[in-house]
């Protein structure tokens, strides 16, 4: 499942609701891996965590449920596309349940010319990535305020 929508919409806090429920419904103990795509990307640098690059991905590889919170936000290089996309192509050919969240659209709606109005996940995160979320990975497009802002 990926939810998308603008900052403060609420994607976090239902996705980790979402956990709690397959918590809820699920078997009494599976391992769940929670993290943001900046932190991920973090532990994954040479020298972020005591295993190591490829142990660290492996891990996240072939956790059993996996929550990425704000894909596409961190700043993109070859480095980060690449692992996000072992990452995701790893999880999508094992049918491995995975929770994202992202600030970016799925598609940004196109201009008379046919051209992509903004960013989004594509630009983002590259076609390849995008095309495999595409075929199972349901999309839910949270809309409303900031509600940070309009708490109180
Ligand atoms: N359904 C809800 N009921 C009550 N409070 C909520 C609900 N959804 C979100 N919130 C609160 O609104 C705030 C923003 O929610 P959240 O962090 O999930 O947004 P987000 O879309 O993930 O934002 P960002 O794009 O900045 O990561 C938080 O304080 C959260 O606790
Ligand atoms: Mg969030």
């Given at each position: 499942m990926l939810l998308t929508g603008t900052t403060g919409t609420g994607k976090t806090h239902?996705?980790?609701?979402?956990?709690r429920r397959i918590a809820a419904a699920?078997?009494?103990s599976y391992e769940v891996i929670s993290i943001t795509?900046?932190?991920?990307y973090g532990r994954l640098r040479p020298k972020g965590s005591d295993r190591g690059t490829e142990e660290e991905l492996r891990r996240l590889c072939h956790v059993p449920l996996l929550l990425l919170d704000d894909l596409g936000s961190a700043?993109?290089?070859?480095?980060t596309e690449e692992m996000t996309y072992?990452?995701?192509?790893e999880r999508y050919n094992a049918c491995r349940p995975s929770l994202y969240t992202s600030n970016l659209p799925a598609?940004?709606?196109?201009d008379e010319h046919g051209h992509a109005t903004g960013p989004d996940l594509t630009?983002?995160?590259?076609?390849r990535i995008t095309s495999r979320l595409s075929e199972d990975t349901r999309i839910i497009a949270m809309t409303?305020?900031?509600?940070?802002?309009t708490a109180g």
């Amino acid at each position: 499942m990926l939810l998308t929508g603008t900052t403060g919409t609420g994607k976090t806090h239902e996705a980790y609701g979402a956990l709690r429920r397959i918590a809820a419904a699920g078997p009494c103990s599976y391992e769940v891996i929670s993290i943001t795509t900046a932190d991920m990307y973090g532990r994954l640098r040479p020298k972020g965590s005591d295993r190591g690059t490829e142990e660290e991905l492996r891990r996240l590889c072939h956790v059993p449920l996996l929550l990425l919170d704000d894909l596409g936000s961190a700043k993109a290089s070859e480095w980060t596309e690449e692992m996000t996309y072992r990452l995701i192509n790893e999880r999508y050919n094992a049918c491995r349940p995975s929770l994202y969240t992202s600030n970016l659209p799925a598609r940004a709606p196109l201009d008379e010319h046919g051209h992509a109005t903004g960013p989004d996940l594509t630009s983002a995160l590259g076609g390849r990535i995008t095309s495999r979320l595409s075929e199972d990975t349901r999309i839910i497009a949270m809309t409303g305020a900031d509600r940070r802002r309009t708490a109180g």
